[in-house]
């Protein structure tokens, strides 16, 4: 492996382990439920899904499940964005 690489790699392990470096604006996803797919969009601090719990009550367990995977992440953007 070239020292190029090596110092990228080096770099990336440092940036992981700042989180605060990285603020979310928006990302859109795929989520497998058990029945179907669902797009669920992160947006400037609001969630969005196209199934239809969603619709009705603004939550749903695809973006729950999201908040949960991405936990501290989400919570930074939170206070950025304050």
């Known amino acids: 492996m070239d020292s190029a690489m090596i110092a990228k790699i080096s770099k990336a ?3 992981a382990q700042q989180p605060e470096r990285i603020s ?4 859109e996803v795929t989520f497998q439920g058990r ?3 669902y797009t669920v969009r992160f947006d ?9 719990f969603f619709v009705q009550r603004g939550v749903c367990s695809h973006t729950m499940t999201m908040e949960r ?3 501290v992440m989400l919570e930074q953007h939170a206070v950025v964005a304050a």
């Open 44 to 52: 400037h601090g609001t969630w969005h899904c196209e199934c239809d």
């Open 24 to 27: 979310f604006k928006s990302f």
């Open 35 to 37: 029945h179907q797919n």
């Open 69 to 71: 995977v991405l936990g």
């Open 13 to 15: 392990r440092e940036y």
